[in-house]
């Protein structure tokens, strides 16, 4: 009874609270952005209220036995109605049929939330439960349909905000949006079965069964999941436009790595460095070795054999490869026997023979780093390496 299933979701939530409140905080008088801190803050405030541990606390201090449950269910209604606020607001639509539903979804929740507190007084719950209030007292007047209500709230909440999700996303057109929309409806799912998880179990005490597990071992991992889950929707159209650049940059520095030490083995006595600082931003990182690369090959040009490429491009489309791989294929080999050819000492083309790099590496031009990839794969020092690996994606030519 330590509150594990219940403190971790809401030391979670908490670090993407404190992660996202100074921004939060900034635009607070937007609708939108004051919901996503209602959410955060009512979110992470419910399950810290939930765990056994502060429910307990809450009870002795109060001094009222299991003052601790309209408490913590009036704080899902918060959250429910936030959430829909959030998603709201979050879609658009006309200023005064936002600020309609929004009044609308605030009435409806307040009333459930004061609806709780006013049950719970009718109603006679004196022995303490800090588990398995919803099916000790399941069968209790007042105290029954409070337990009802919250919970009704909270699937009526979940199954909204699913549809909504789900119908929006067949919509948008915005990648990431759509992501996060997706993982919003996963999201609420989960709330969804948490809540049907609950009501099985307080059926089942209804009808005379026993079924508290439902309500005891299950359902708190769903809410902690489906909490965690739905935050990440939420964090995924805000933060991934701004980290996937960084990323696509990140991988790219590092499939450009096999080539450029090969680059810089072979012109090891050139000025520039082949690798940028560590400092540096990782943009700017791979922006340089790509550009490094470029004018190691542009050295190397005297020794690139465009008939050699078309050969190999051949081969490749012959074994069934699309145009834009067998180009890479090919210039990957075509790169390889020139370094080859040129460690070997052999003599260079005429200057004015030598091809421009955009003509000798054709197709593969716009995609060094899965060149570089090949490149790896082909290992050795022969000239004329037969076709063997597929590069890592695909890109029309």
């Known amino acids: 009874m330590n509150g594990t299933d219940y403190y971790i979701p809401s030391l979670v939530l908490g670090i993407a609270l404190l992660a996202k409140a100074p921004t939060l905080w900034r635009g607070r008088r937007d609708p939108m952005l004051s919901s996503v801190l209602a959410l955060l803050c009512m979110a992470t405030a419910s399950f810290a209220l939930a765990a056994p541990p502060t429910i307990r606390v809450v009870n002795e201090t109060t001094g009222v036995p299991n003052v601790s449950a309209p408490l913590v269910y009036s704080t899902l209604c918060a959250v ?16 005064e049929a936002l600020r309609r539903r929004t009044r609308a979804w605030m009435i409806f929740y307040g009333c459930l939330a004061v609806s709780l507190f006013v049950l719970f007084a009718l109603g006679d719950a004196p022995v303490e439960r800090l588990q398995d209030l919803d099916t000790y007292y399941a069968t209790t ?64 005490r209804w009808a005379g ?44 520095h590092h499939k450009l790595a096999p080539l450029a030490k090969a680059l810089n083995r072979t012109f090891k006595g050139t000025a520039v460095p082949m690798t940028p600082p560590r400092w540096r931003d990782i943009e700017m990182r791979a922006t340089l070795r790509e550009s490094q690369i470029t004018d190691h090959l542009l050295q190397l040009a005297p020794y690139l054999d465009i008939e050699h490429r078309e050969a190999v491009y051949q081969e490749a489309r012959g074994q069934g490869r699309n145009d834009s ?52 794969r082909l290992g050795g020092t022969a000239p004329l390496p037969s076709v063997t690996a597929e590069p890592q994606e695909s890109a029309p030519r």
């Open 141 to 204: 007047p007042f105290i029954r349909e409070m337990i009802v209500a919250y919970l009704g709230g909270y699937t009526i909440a979940s199954m909204v905000i699913t549809v909504m999700c789900w119908l929006w996303a067949r919509e948008v057109r915005l990648p990431w949006l759509r992501r996060g929309l997706y993982v919003l409806v996963t999201g609420f799912v989960l709330s969804f079965s948490f809540a049907a998880t609950k009501l099985i179990a307080v059926g089942a």
């Open 325 to 376: 791989d067998a180009s890479v294929i090919a210039a990957a080999v075509m790169v390889r026997a020139a370094l080859a050819a040129r460690d070997a000492g052999h003599t260079p083309t005429d200057p004015a023979d030598t091809p421009t790099l955009p003509t000798a590496l054709d197709g593969a031009a716009h995609r060094l780093p899965d060149v570089s990839q090949h490149f790896a």
């Open 209 to 252: 069964h026993d079924l508290d597990f439902l309500s005891t071992s299950v359902a708190p991992p769903l809410a902690g999941a489906g909490a965690v889950t739905t935050t990440a929707g939420f964090l995924i159209p805000l933060l991934a436009p701004r980290l996937a650049p960084r990323w696509a940059s990140r991988r790219a």
């Open 80 to 95: 429910s109605c936030a959430t829909l606020i959030l998603i709201i607001h979050w879609r658009g639509g006309p200023a």
